[in-house]
């Protein structure tokens, strides 16, 4: 048996990584997603999974224990359509058109990706290997947990955060945050924005809060959420990153299935919008618009279809 030190993917990372320029990978391209619009957990198409860690998805940023984690999140993606469905179908190797719902959407990313390319050899001098695309779920989760925390944006320790209470009015709350934030930001009149300032910049952000929560389910905690989701929107919008820490998107890899390319990514696409308003392509699996992609995707992989209602 493997000693815990000798695993091709350990169940700990290292306490830093060493990034190299030559380990990152900009990325412009199209992506690919299939998603569910109804059952358990469904979502938009530019919408991240907030609920995690999923026991089967190899490459889920949330921490322990599994719940929903405003403002961690992950979306998985590829680079062509058919690699999407391999991914989603891949345990039954059918394609059901009806079940959930499922849509497929594509878009290209507004911003240049920068992504972590796990196909050069960063696995290996940062003490894993090629096979953290393929190895123990749990072990991967791990890491990825880890490249999102020190990658992802700048943290803060959430201890530091005040528990909101609904009692409260909505600027005493906020004031109770406010002495956490970095440097001297104050809140200013509404649409006023200058140095040292949030001004429009929060309100983006109590936007966005108020959309994450949106979703929230009725039995979590919302006052405390949304200090939480208001503190990280606030600090991925406006944070610099530490000088010579990469920031980073998500992840570059390889599907188990066909070795074609995958990109998961983690909230930092978000946050800093990488999102255009409108997918290029979309289409429920169940719809005519979709035929020819299932076709093709039936043809590559020699999965089944289930046929549309």
């Given at each position: 048996?493997?000693?815990?030190?000798?695993?091709?993917?350990?169940?700990?990372?290292?306490?830093?990584?060493?990034?190299?320029?030559?380990?990152?990978?900009?990325?412009?391209?199209?992506?690919?997603?299939?998603?569910?619009?109804?059952?358990e957990?469904p979502?938009?198409?530019d919408?991240?999974?907030?609920?995690?860690?999923?026991?089967?998805?190899?490459?889920?940023?949330?921490?322990?224990?599994?719940?929903?984690?405003?403002?961690?999140?992950?979306?998985?993606?590829?680079?062509?359509?058919?690699?999407?469905?391999?991914?989603?179908?891949?345990?039954?190797?059918?394609?059901?058109?009806?079940?959930?719902?499922?849509?497929?959407?594509?878009?290209?990313?507004?911003r240049?990706?920068?992504?972590?390319?796990?196909?050069?050899?960063?696995?290996?001098?940062?003490?894993?290997?090629?096979?953290m695309?393929?190895?123990?779920?749990?072990?991967?989760?791990?890491?990825?947990?880890?490249?999102?925390?020190?990658?992802?944006?700048?943290?803060?320790?959430?201890?530091?955060?005040?528990?909101?209470?609904?009692?409260?009015?909505?600027?005493?709350?906020?004031?109770?945050?406010?002495?956490?934030?970095?440097?001297?930001?104050?809140?200013?009149?509404?649409?006023?924005?200058?140095?040292?300032?949030?001004?429009?910049?929060?309100?983006?952000?109590?936007?966005?809060?108020?959309?994450?929560?949106?979703?929230?389910?009725?039995?979590?905690?919302?006052?405390?959420?949304?200090?939480?989701?208001?503190?990280?929107?606030?600090?991925?919008?406006n944070a610099?990153?530490?000088?010579?820490?990469?920031?980073?998107?998500?992840?570059?890899?390889?599907?188990?299935?066909?070795?074609?390319?995958?990109?998961?990514?983690?909230?930092?696409?978000?946050?800093?919008?990488?999102?255009?308003?409108?997918?290029?392509?979309?289409?429920?699996?169940?719809?005519?618009?979709?035929?020819?992609?299932?076709?093709?995707?039936?043809?590559?992989?020699?999965?089944?279809?289930?046929?549309?209602?």
């Amino acid at each position: 048996m493997s000693s815990p030190d000798s695993r091709k993917v350990p169940q700990k990372p290292p306490a830093s990584f060493t990034i190299e320029p030559e380990h990152l990978r900009s990325f412009t391209k199209p992506l690919w997603r299939v998603f569910a619009t109804a059952g358990e957990h469904p979502a938009q198409w530019d919408q991240l999974r907030h609920f995690g860690p999923i026991e089967d998805m190899r490459f889920d940023p949330h921490p322990l224990p599994r719940g929903f984690h405003p403002g961690v999140g992950v979306v998985y993606t590829a680079s062509n359509p058919h690699t999407a469905l391999a991914e989603v179908f891949q345990a039954s190797r059918v394609i059901d058109r009806t079940e959930r719902a499922r849509a497929i959407a594509s878009w290209t990313p507004t911003r240049p990706l920068q992504l972590l390319d796990l196909t050069s050899n960063w696995p290996v001098i940062n003490g894993a290997a090629a096979s953290m695309m393929m190895d123990n779920k749990a072990n991967t989760q791990a890491w990825a947990r880890a490249i999102d925390q020190r990658h992802g944006g700048p943290s803060f320790q959430f201890s530091a955060v005040p528990k909101l209470r609904f009692g409260d009015s909505f600027l005493e709350s906020i004031g109770n945050v406010i002495p956490k934030l970095p440097g001297n930001a104050v809140i200013e009149s509404a649409g006023n924005s200058g140095p040292g300032s949030l001004g429009s910049a929060f309100g983006e952000s109590v936007g966005d809060a108020f959309r994450q929560l949106s979703s929230i389910p009725a039995h979590f905690d919302t006052s405390e959420t949304w200090g939480r989701t208001w503190l990280r929107l606030y600090e991925a919008k406006n944070a610099t990153p530490t000088s010579g820490t990469p920031a980073i998107d998500g992840l570059y890899h390889q599907s188990s299935i066909n070795n074609e390319p995958l990109v998961t990514l983690f909230r930092r696409a978000t946050f800093i919008t990488a999102f255009p308003k409108r997918p290029s392509f979309y289409a429920l699996l169940d719809d005519a618009s979709a035929d020819v992609i299932i076709y093709e995707a039936v043809r590559k992989l020699g999965y089944q279809p289930v046929k549309r209602a």
